[in-house]
């Protein structure tokens, strides 16, 4: 019997005025709950309320961004479970009017999700960076083929069963692998590579490529001093992304709405910029290697 679990979406949407006394940024997590297909792969033993307390302690509180080790079959089952209340409560909230308290139950197992699934993919984040160094090759840009293998990982981490036995990383690769031979063969087909279905990708996975700290502090530096000639809106670009002067790591869409342009906009002047520090960090890197961005 298969362990996967499937509600398709529904046109219900919350009323307006139920949102409205939500959280601005939790409004998203409820819209989406009742607006997308809702999937979990866990075995039916722990589709149980009272298993809660029981799977949560069978991983870290926060993931680490090296890999699971033998925590990673309970971060997924942990990861499912809350998947499957989400699913469940929106089944029940189908048949029910929906309130504010109910609202905040779906935001806070929405969370849980997003916090576990983002957790798994950096701890396994680095089998992209290995692939896309290994198969890159034509007209697409190095952040492209990073773009591929993310959305690539975080499918893999979205169907996942680790009752299987099979390791994650033997899964994932595979996944991998798939996706960026295909974009290389499309590739050489036309001879161009157009990213623009890349784009909703990257903004819900963009988070996987966080800048490391030593990266920040050395980028942090250079904007104190300015010694790249930056103009007003890199810099700004470049503190909002880079979460500087204590702020907290803004998305592409985010930044472009505080910078007042558009995310694909925010992107184009933050690698200018990055291209610029490179040449003042380290002129050996002001060439057309590929360095580690945020996407």
Not at 36 to 54: P, S
Not at 162 to 188: D, M, P
Request: charged share 30%.
């Amino acid at each position: 019997m298969s362990n996967r679990r499937e509600l398709k979406a529904t046109p219900r949407r919350p009323l307006a005025i139920v949102l409205s006394r939500l959280p601005f940024a939790d409004r998203p997590l409820v819209l989406r709950a009742f607006e997308a297909d809702l999937v979990c792969v866990l075995e039916r033993k722990c589709r149980r309320l009272d298993a809660e307390q029981r799977l949560a302690g069978g991983i870290p509180s926060e993931i680490p961004r090296d890999m699971l080790g033998d925590r990673e079959p309970a971060a997924f089952v942990w990861f499912n479970f809350c998947r499957w209340r989400v699913l469940r409560l929106v089944e029940r909230l189908r048949r029910q009017p929906l309130g504010v308290q109910a609202c905040r139950d779906v935001v806070k197992w929405q969370r849980r999700v997003c916090a576990a699934r983002e957790g798994i993919a950096l701890a396994n984040k680095g089998l992209v960076i290995v692939r896309a160094q290994a198969i890159r090759r034509g007209p697409i840009p190095y952040d492209d083929w990073l773009g591929i293998g993310y959305v690539a990982l975080m499918r893999a981490v979205d169907r996942f069963d680790v009752s299987t036995g099979y390791k994650f990383s033997s899964y994932a690769c595979a996944a991998i692998n798939r996706e960026l031979l295909r974009a290389r063969q499309i590739a050489q087909r036309s001879g161009q590579w157009e990213p623009a279905s890349l784009d909703e990708a990257r903004s819900e996975y963009e988070v996987l490529d966080r800048p490391e700290p030593a990266e920040v502090r050395e980028v942090k530096d250079a904007l104190v001093r300015n010694t790249a000639d930056l103009t007003g809106r890199e810099f700004r670009v470049l503190r909002f992304r880079y979460g500087l002067d204590g702020r907290r790591v803004h998305t592409l869409a985010e930044a472009g709405h505080l910078v007042g342009v558009s995310k694909e906009l925010v992107r184009q002047i933050q690698l200018r910029a990055l291209d610029k520090l490179r040449a003042v960090l380290d002129p050996a890197l002001a060439s057309d290697d590929p360095v580690r961005r945020p996407a």
